[in-house]
C-alpha cells in the first residue's frame, strides 16, 4: 500500500511557476508509474501526466509548460508548472499505478493523494 502526500499549491499569477510534491511511503515506489491529474470546479477530474521509469507522458493542454520528474531516493515525483494560465486553476492530485504502465484514466490508479489547490489569476 502507498500513501500519497501533495504539496506545494498555491496562488500564482499568470505566466508564473509553480513546482507541486508529492511525497509516497511505501517501499516499492520506484516500481510504481506516478500520475498527476487535476479538477476544476463543477468538472471532471482530467489527466494532467504520468511518469514510470522509462517514460513520461502529457496530456496535450500541458505539454511544453509542464515538467514531471520522479526521485525514487526521495520516494518523491515532482509537477513543475511553468507559464501557468488561469485555465490551469484545479485541485491537483498526485496518483500512484502499482502496475508501472503510462495510464491517462483515473480508474487506471489505486492510490491517490488528497489534493493540492493551484490558482491561477489573470
Known amino acids: 500500500q502507498v500513501q500519497l502526500v501533495e504539496s506545494g499549491g498555491g496562488l500564482v499569477q499568470a505566466g508564473g511557476s509553480l513546482r507541486l510534491s508529492c511525497a509516497a511511503s511505501?517501499?516499492?515506489?520506484?516500481?510504481?508509474?506516478m500520475g498527476w491529474f487535476r479538477q476544476a470546479p463543477g468538472k471532471e477530474r482530467e489527466f494532467v501526466g504520468v511518469?514510470?521509469?522509462?517514460?513520461?507522458y502529457y496530456a496535450d493542454s500541458v505539454k511544453g509548460r509542464f515538467t514531471i520528474s520522479r526521485d525514487n531516493a526521495k520516494s518523491t515525483v515532482y509537477l513543475q508548472m511553468n507559464s501557468l494560465k488561469p485555465e490551469d486553476t484545479a485541485v491537483y492530485y498526485c496518483?500512484?499505478?502499482?502496475?508501472?504502465?503510462?495510464?491517462?484514466?483515473?480508474?487506471?490508479?489505486?492510490?491517490w493523494g488528497q489534493g493540492t489547490q493551484v490558482t491561477v489569476s489573470s
Open positions: 511518469i514510470n521509469w522509462r517514460a513520461v
Open positions: 496518483a500512484g499505478n502499482r502496475d508501472g504502465t503510462i495510464a491517462t484514466m483515473t480508474s487506471d490508479y489505486a492510490y
Open positions: 511505501g517501499r516499492t515506489f520506484s516500481n510504481y508509474a
